[in-house]
């Protein structure tokens, strides 16, 4: 069983990252907030093993030594390399907080990026500061669950405008932007191959409106700066679960769901 990871603050005061002298051996005191979670919450013990990361792919391996105190030992310390083709999710804003489940489902699968869209139809509308908090959270709370050493990026909300233009540039500099569209006629086959054909260093993204779905002049506006509308199958899935399926679909073309078991012992 793969131990808990716990996400450090490389900005707060006194978190151990900004100490020099992070190597194997060296020990530190947990902070509060994750001597609460790890201690409390999940009553980890004294002997236990847990992670620590910064959420931009350092991974600290640790042994809690002192469960009273949350002193601990590191064990190892590493680093991630990020991945060749990033994962991005553009979620239009969505009522009855459909939008935070997506966004907490698609970091479980691996999206490197977020970006809030507040659609023409979108019902719900973003409110800076409370927004950025809850989603903020969300991507915290799904990475700590996931135990994966990368947090994803959460980008600036756009509008419709403002999304067309990310698209041009998107698509300027080789990556592939996918519009999930009922009305599409691409399939996944040939997703598939343009997927395939993406260099190092691209991304792929995955555009998703809201419930009452993409207006005409949305989608036509973004066609025009190069993105692709997509089907995703015949059935019409709800707001929070289109984006987390259309990446699961991807992160297995990408490779990401590919993991080789160790060879058995003689």
Not at 9 to 18: F, I, T, V
Not at 179 to 185: E, G, K, N, P, R
Request: one cysteine or more.
């Amino acid at each position: 069983m793969t131990a808990p990871l716990f996400l450090l603050d490389p900005d707060h005061d006194d978190s151990p990252l900004a100490s020099d002298e992070l190597h194997t051996g060296w020990r530190l005191t947990l902070p509060e907030h994750i001597r609460r979670h790890a201690l409390g919450s999940m009553r980890l013990k004294s002997g236990d093993q847990l992670d620590l990361s910064d959420g931009d792919g350092l991974r600290i391996s640790a042994l809690v030594r002192d469960a009273s105190t949350g002193l601990v030992e590191v064990t190892a310390v590493g680093r991630q390399a990020p991945p060749e083709k990033e994962l991005i999710l553009v979620q239009a804003l969505a009522k009855g907080g459909r939008d935070e489940q997506a966004i907490d489902m698609a970091t479980q699968i691996g999206v490197d990026q977020i970006m809030p869209w507040q659609a023409d139809r979108s019902i719900a509308k973003w409110r800076p500061g409370r927004n950025d908090r809850h989603w903020k959270a969300a991507l915290d709370a799904a990475t700590e669950q996931s135990r994966r050493a990368y947090r994803p990026r959460l980008l600036d909300k756009v509008d419709s405008h403002g999304l067309a233009s990310w698209c041009r540039k998107a698509t300027d500099q080789g990556s592939l932007v996918l519009v999930l569209h009922q009305d599409a006629d691409l399939g996944w086959d040939a997703v598939r191959k343009r997927v395939h054909k993406l260099p190092s260093g691209s991304s792929v993204a995955i555009v998703v409106g809201p419930e009452g779905g993409i207006a005409d002049q949305e989608i036509q506006g973004m066609m025009r700066q190069g993105a692709l509308p997509v089907r995703l199958g015949g059935n019409i899935l709800r707001a929070a679960l289109a984006g987390p399926v259309a990446l699961t679909l991807l992160a297995d073309m990408l490779g990401r769901w590919h993991c080789e078991a160790p060879e058995p012992s003689a």
